[in-house]
């Protein structure tokens, strides 16, 4: 069985019988003519052990696909993140409040908030991703009904607050109250899953720049979440990526929001410290 599982995995690493390494372009992600984001930096302190650099996924992309992200005209995500400044400033709820209730202009309160998600939240002693801060805002202020963790609503006003912080270097906590939650998700990350006997790492830390299929590997860094995806047309959170991904290993997926993913989001989040936040991206 360990056998076949190998030659699996092989199979669905190699494209032809020798690995095609392709480097990440040297292209630079200017967005509007305007906001100039990092792509390469040097990896964070706690991956000195595995990796040198780090790079954003829209290194690894074709031109015809990164060129729609350099303009928001062009940006089929940026329809999303109107849907979401719709939602932001539509009243809802027995409190009779909207997001602009609360938290006023979208472009000057969420200025950096997707920069350091997932973050420690004192009051409820856990840590939350950006979606569960969203429903704790409905629930609690707006005392409306939360939105399901991966619906349209919510990536769509997780797009909105990505926006703001574009260009802004990723910048998530790993120690302090964080740390048990952030050592969950790198025992998750590094962990094989499935048939295939796949962990994030094998494809992401590993085979970066290799072929899968027809494509090349990223280091999976999601500073661009949410993200629209030419091969499904429609905008994607990053638990979604999370279950597409365990599936592929042809394993059995933890539910979106669970606190596998929630830990699992914190850990991949700060692999990407210094790299600019640049949802929503387009990615094949």
């Known amino acids: 069985m360990k056998f076949k599982a190998m030659t699996a995995v092989a199979a669905l690493l190699l494209s032809v019988p020798a690995m095609t390494l392709a480097d990440p372009d040297e292209d630079s992600l200017v967005i509007n003519g305007e906001i100039e984001s990092v792509t390469e930096t040097a990896a964070p302190a706690h991956l000195s052990d595995v990796l040198d650099t780090i790079y954003s996924g829209w290194r690894f992309r074709e031109d015809e696909t990164q ?22 400033n539509k009243v809802e709820g027995e409190a009779g409040k909207s997001c602009a209730s609360c938290h006023g202009d979208v472009e000057e309160s969420m200025k950096g908030v997707r920069a350091v998600y997932p973050k420690w939240n004192e009051a409820a002693q856990e840590v939350r991703t950006l979606a569960m801060q969203i429903n704790d805002c409905r629930e609690t202020n707006m005392k409306a009904e939360p939105y399901k963790y991966t619906s349209n ?25 964080v740390q048990a939650t952030w050592e969950a998700g790198k025992e998750i990350y590094y962990t094989r899953y499935g048939q295939l006997e796949l962990s994030c790492a094998n494809c992401h830390e590993d085979n970066y720049g290799n072929m899968i299929r027809a494509d090349h590997l990223s280091q999976g860094q999601i500073n661009g979440f949410p993200t629209y995806r030419l091969k499904n047309a429609k905008l994607n959170q990053t638990h979604d990526r999370f279950r597409g991904c365990i599936r592929d290993t042809r394993g059995h997926t933890f539910d979106a929001g669970s606190p596998e993913f929630v830990a699992l989001e914190l850990y991949v989040a700060s692999r990407g410290n210094g790299l600019s936040v640049e949802g929503p991206s387009v990615r094949n």
């Open 153 to 177: 609503q919510m990536t769509n006003m997780e797009a909105l607050i990505a926006v703001q912080s574009r260009g802004m270097p990723v910048d998530v906590a790993i120690d302090g109250p």
């Open 67 to 88: 060129q729609l992200q350099m303009d928001d005209f062009d940006n089929p995500g940026m329809i999303f993140a109107d849907l979401g400044l719709d939602q932001w």
